[in-house]
């Protein structure tokens, strides 16, 4: 909770009356004790930590990209497609195997908000409404496999390679070289 928070979170517990309450009663036990003193520099302490101004560094959480764009889409995107595209040559066959595509799918679907995030998106538009199709062809893998759908799967690798195709046409190249796979 920040100091303005705290403030405000004073400032309503005052207004409902529940602090002026709560101070009252700190400071009547410690009047039997030290007397009206105590009782001033207690309420001094409380409008004290309302008045001090934010000096205090708020910490910084904003996204650090990593990698790049290329990186992004050669060490991920291209690996955990690569996995989709393959299983229709390589049906899996066991839990492992259905775990480890599920993992690729569920990777590449969040790289889809990588490509969003961390000043990688080339503006406010196209590219952004490319990345969310990526999201969505990637959720429709992780749907397929959660049903162990291969037809899904494969048809969700349709969507996806229509995904690549189409953000590589403006943004990279013209789309030519993309590795028909
Ligand atoms: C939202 C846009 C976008 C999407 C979606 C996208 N890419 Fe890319 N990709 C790019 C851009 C831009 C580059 C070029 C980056 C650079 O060179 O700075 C790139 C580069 C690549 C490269 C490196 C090749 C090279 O020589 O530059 C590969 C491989 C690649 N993408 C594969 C894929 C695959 C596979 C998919 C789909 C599963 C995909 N990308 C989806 C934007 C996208």
Not at 31 to 42: A, T
Not at 104 to 131: K, P, Q, T
């Amino acid at each position: 909770m920040g100091r303005q928070e705290r403030c405000s979170l004073a400032s309503d517990l005052a207004s409902s009356g529940i602090f002026d309450r709560s101070m009252l009663m700190i400071s009547r036990s410690y009047r039997s004790e030290k007397g009206n003193e105590m009782r001033i520099s207690l309420l001094l302490l409380a409008v004290g930590v309302c008045v001090i101004p934010t000096g205090v560094k708020t910490q910084d959480h904003t996204i650090t990209a990593v990698a790049t764009v290329k990186q992004l889409c050669e060490g991920m995107i291209t690996a955990s497609s690569d996995a989709i595209f393959n299983v229709g040559r390589d049906v899996p066959s066991n839990d492992e195997e259905w775990l480890a595509v599920h993992n690729s799918a569920l990777m590449l679907a969040e790289s889809g908000n990588l490509l969003m995030i961390g000043g990688r998106a080339r503006d406010a538009a196209e590219w952004m409404e490319m990345s969310h199709e990526l999201v969505d062809a990637g959720v429709a893998a992780v749907k397929a496999v959660e049903a162990r759908d291969i037809d899904g799967l494969l048809g969700a690798g349709d969507q996806i390679v229509v995904v690549c195709e189409k953000c590589h046409e403006p943004y990279r190249d013209g789309g030519h070289s993309m590795p028909i796979r």
